[in-house]
């Protein structure tokens, strides 16, 4: 049995020194020294070992396993439902309806900053809400490059969109899971939440419209980009706090879209400079790297399915019904899974055990959770390997046609599916050693001022993870912890942790890796990590000060409970 110190050097600023090595390895040799994200993540899990090893005398045995059950669980609820989500991508490139929904989406401006909020905020903000994972990322960036994007810019895009939605990810699952941890009502955590990224969200389009652009740009499209932020963040508001906010982010999004889409028939913005390579490109049959697109003029007989054509005029109400497909069926599958009948069904399968090997217990005696939850059919991963069956057998393509494209796209992640075990290896090193803990403690020694802090908390804890529920249950029990010794609001703080969380999302490495994959730009994390942090810290520091203006009597009436 391994007892967790969260003080093991005696100072609690020299243990909070050890315990964040892992994390600087993380930055440094990502932003620093360009390392690929699978070097970065292999140098802060050996990092992570040595520091639970050498500074908080954790079994070397237990470390191994705890980095093996971080693996697990990273193969489950990261890897699974992106890999699954990327597969559906790449059946409709296969078959041509991902070029009718390029189209689709063209028809709506020819702006290519407008397309960027349509693609990259409201169709990615709808990604999030069914699936998650990073599947909007990689989705949405080769949309984007299909657009003429540049790969990375592409990337760049979609991952500083990813940012406002996230907190209600996977039908809430970030705001269920620190309901869980924290043993309160979740609805008081995405109803507080809800009162702080609906206003992220209000300015996430103008920064999406400026890393397209520029300043003159969003001076040109800011009145689209406004009327998409503020939609969606109203939506997002009145769901997660009147509704159910299992659903806010699936009416957001499409609310955020309705608004772009009936702006642009009574306004438009001053015509783009220079967007015509992408027009030639298609004209000629082409993508954007000159290659030629699938089901252009390969007769469609080898596949079935396949589109011949390639003239935006061609495209049949049935053949932009079939683009839409895949998506539809994602949101009739997802919306019925959560039916209480259909739910208690596909949970029966679910095994759940202890990981065998661990055993460890916290500062305060109690053993600390090791469970295993193997929901294989209830899993957001197998759901969406439904929808992918059911996309296959609706755009006509043959069974091992289908199983040799999901064959390809988990060659197309290669590298990054080694970082995200990795990286979730060290997210469970730092947690079951205690070095996370570590981390929130010393954070809260800093009194009232942790109000400001407290989204920071989870900006490390998503950083490593990748995901905001694996770091609200992290850091959810810490946060209300903390705001109980400091009899302040344990709503406010948990919240505001998980409203932080979503900034990192853009910067941690298994989201890098699933860009860069999906743009196939594997290698190239660091140069990406670089383009997003400036914007992930902008966006950390306001979640800061409007939680600490929620903590005193300037915003204290925004808070839930008091």
């Not at 070397?60 to 705890?66: K, P, R, S, V």
């Not at 699974?80 to 989500?85: F, L, P």
């Not at 039908?171 to 309901?179: A, I, K």
């Amino acid at each position: 049995m391994f007892s967790q110190n969260v003080n093991p050097t005696g100072s609690l600023t020299v243990s909070a020194l050890v315990a964040a090595l892992p994390l600087l390895a993380l930055l440094i040799t990502l932003g620093g020294l360009k390392w690929r994200a699978h070097w970065a993540g292999a140098a802060a899990l050996v990092i992570a070992i040595g520091a639970a090893l050498t500074g908080y005398h954790m079994p070397f045995g237990q470390i191994l396993d705890a980095s093996v059950f971080g693996a697990a669980q990273g193969l489950l609820n990261i890897l699974w439902i992106t890999v699954t989500a990327i597969w559906i991508y790449n059946l409709t490139v296969k078959t041509g309806h991902f070029a009718v929904l390029r189209r689709a989406f063209a028809t709506i401006s020819d702006d290519r900053r407008i397309q960027a909020i349509m693609i990259a905020f409201s169709f990615g903000a709808l990604l999030e809400a069914l699936a998650g994972g990073g599947s909007p990322i990689a989705i949405c960036a080769v949309m984007l490059i299909a657009l003429d994007f540049a790969p990375l810019k592409a990337a760049t895009i979609a991952l500083v969109a990813n940012t406002a939605p996230v907190a209600y990810g996977g039908l809430g699952t970030p705001m269920t899971v620190l309901g869980q941890v924290t043993q309160m009502p979740p609805e008081q955590f995405a109803a507080m939440t809800g009162r702080q990224v609906a206003v992220l969200a209000l300015f996430v389009p103008l920064a999406l419209v400026g890393i397209v652009d520029g300043w003159k740009g969003v001076r040109e499209v800011w009145p689209a980009a406004l009327a998409c932020g503020f939609t969606f963040g109203v939506f997002q508001f009145v769901f997660s706090n009147f509704v159910n906010y299992k659903l806010c982010d699936i009416f957001a999004s499409l609310a955020s879209a309705a608004v772009i889409i009936l702006l642009n028939k009574i306004w438009r913005p001053r015509p783009e400079r220079a967007i015509t390579p992408a027009a030639a490109l298609a004209a000629a049959g082409q993508d954007t790297t000159g290659n030629q697109r699938p089901g252009v003029g390969s007769g469609g007989s080898g596949h079935g399915g396949q589109l011949t054509h390639d003239d935006p005029a061609e495209d049949t109400r049935r053949d932009v019904m079939l683009a839409f497909a895949p998506y539809a069926a994602v949101v009739v599958l997802f919306t019925l899974a959560q039916l209480p009948g259909i739910r208690t069904a596909l949970d029966l399968p679910t095994i759940t055990f202890n990981w065998p090997g661990l055993h460890i217990l916290s500062p305060a005696g109690k053993t600390v959770s090791v469970a295993y939850k193997f929901n294989w059919l209830s899993a957001t991963g197998t759901l969406l390997l439904f929808a992918g069956i059911i996309t296959a057998i609706v755009l006509r393509l043959r069974p091992w046609v289908a199983v040799r494209i999901y064959g390809q796209t988990l060659r197309q992640f290669g590298w990054a599916i080694v970082t995200v075990l990795l990286v979730f290896g060290v997210s469970y090193v730092m947690n079951l050693s205690g070095q996370i803990s570590t981390l929130g403690i010393w954070l809260a020694q800093t009194g009232p001022f942790f109000a400001f802090l407290a989204p920071v908390v989870g900006w490390f804890g998503v950083a490593v993870t990748g995901t905001d529920a694996g770091s609200n249950a992290l850091f959810g029990n810490l946060q209300v912890t903390a705001a109980t010794q400091l009899h302040a609001n344990p709503v406010l703080f948990a919240s505001a942790g998980s409203s932080g969380g979503v900034m990192a999302k853009m910067i941690s490495p298994q989201n890098l890796a699933i860009g860069t994959a999906g743009v196939r730009q594997v290698g190239m994390e660091g140069v990406l990590f670089r383009k997003v942090f400036g914007w992930s810290v902008l966006f950390l520091l306001a979640v800061c000060v409007l939680a600490y203006l929620q903590s005193t009597p300037v915003l204290g009436w925004m808070r839930v409970g008091g």
